[in-house]
């Protein structure tokens, strides 16, 4: 896992965004960069500097599920790994994100080491598809 | 209603007319029976009034009633939004001791720290003045060595502490979605109620606010005794549903 990647931090609430920054920077990654919704966020990832998304599920604008679903339809963007961090815990929502490709899913409120946990799972699984 | 009106002013006019000539014509019979059917005309003006708003009301307050939004907003959604409001007032409780806890810890550690660092540095003082034996000296270094160990134990302590309350704040992010939820909801009820009030009070049209049910999946943060079947508890249920789905 490559802690210079440069990461994606979306969510509407800016608490949530400087907590997600605070984690990733503790657990190495300090190269994050935060958007409020999937509307921003979307021509962001299409610049092409992003190696990891970061996004909640419920915001205003273009909501978390649909930003998956506009990546994975993405030719450029298909294979980027999205981590979900969302407060929406209903099953059927869970199983609609895991339908809709996400690589990890971890639900608020969180610990800093279920995120750690999650972005090392994502990693190892792609370096291991990988390799 | 105007024309019922006209022809009510017309019919009091015909009976004013009809009284001063009686009057004129000191037929006191015809008088009191003229001011007695004018009474009885002003009455049953007012009755019709009456009745008119009587029935707009039982129509609106019908109409209110039967609409299922209004009691699935009764039933279900206000219930909700109270329990909503207190799962708010303990969340927000909840952090805001976790926070003065977590700053009490810290302040206890640095405060720890503090309180070693001050000798020390008077030791060291004293050694660059020269003014320490060697067995003192010995000592000094001893114990320097223990405290640059110590320090890096207690620096990851005071991190973690820090860590942990900057996590404690997303509950800033949950309560802020509980709370639009809750905002939602009113202006719903709002909308109704202002729909009722436009028919039975003002009688005009009032500006409704229309909600749109977006029938969006993002539903947000759910109670914590919600229906296990539905909504997950924990991480650990959320990673056991993916492991069932072969991730």
């Known amino acids: 896992m490559d802690k210079d990647m440069n990461i994606l931090i979306v969510d509407d609430f800016s608490t949530m ?14 190269n994050t960069s935060e958007a409020d919704d999937g509307q921003t966020a979307l021509p962001m990832l299409k610049s092409g500097e992003f190696d990891f ?11 978390g599920l649909t930003l998956l679903k506009s990546i994975r339809a993405n030719e450029e963007l298909s294979n980027m790994p999205v981590l979900m961090v969302t407060a929406e815990a209903k099953r059927e929502q869970i199983v609609a994100a895991a339908e809709a490709g996400v690589n990890g899913y971890v639900v ?24 | 209603m105007p024309e019922e009106k006209s022809l009510m002013d017309k019919q009091f006019l015909d009976k004013a007319e009809e009284l ?11 008088v009191d029976r003229l001011l007695s059917e004018i009474t009885d005309l002003r009455e049953s003006a007012l009755y019709q009034e009456l009745g008119m708003l009587t029935r707009e009301i039982h129509d609106s307050i019908s109409a209110f009633a039967t609409d299922d939004r209004v009691a699935e907003l009764v039933q279900d959604e206000i219930p909700d939004a109270k329990q909503r409001l207190n799962f708010i007032i ?7 001791h976790r926070t003065i806890s977590g700053a009490e810890d810290t302040i206890l550690l640095i405060d720890a720290f503090s309180d070693r660092v001050g000798p020390l540095y008077r030791r060291w003082q ?22 640059f160990e110590a320090c890096g134990e207690e620096t990851n302590a005071i991190h973690e502490k820090m860590n942990e309350i900057m996590l404690i704040q997303g509950y800033q992010d949950i309560t802020g979605q509980m709370i639009k939820q809750v905002i939602n909801m009113v202006q719903e009820i709002e909308s109704k109620l202002i729909g009722l009030v436009s028919i039975s009070g003002s009688r005009k049209p009032l500006m409704t606010t229309v909600v749109e049910d977006s029938g969006e999946i993002a539903v947000g943060p759910q109670l914590p005794d919600a229906c296990r079947e539905v909504v997950v508890q924990s991480q650990d249920d959320v990673d056991d549903l993916l492991a069932s789905l072969g991730f």
């Open chain 2, 20 to 30: 001063v000539e009686a009057l004129r014509a000191e037929d006191e019979q015809r």
């Open chain 1, 53 to 63: 998304l970061v996004t909640d599920w419920n915001m205003p604008g273009m909501d």
């Open chain 2, 90 to 96: 303990s969340k927000t409780d909840e952090a805001a």
């Open chain 2, 126 to 147: 004293q050694f660059c003045n020269r003014e320490l034996s060697k067995q003192e000296f010995i000592d000094l270094s001893d114990d320097l060595n223990r405290f």
């Open chain 1, 17 to 30: 965004r400087r907590i997600i920054k605070n984690l990733l920077r503790d657990l190495g990654f300090n």
């Open chain 1, 108 to 131: 608020k409120p969180f610990t800093a080491t279920t995120l750690e946990e999650k972005i090392s799972r994502i990693f190892s699984r792609i370096e291991a598809g990988a390799g």
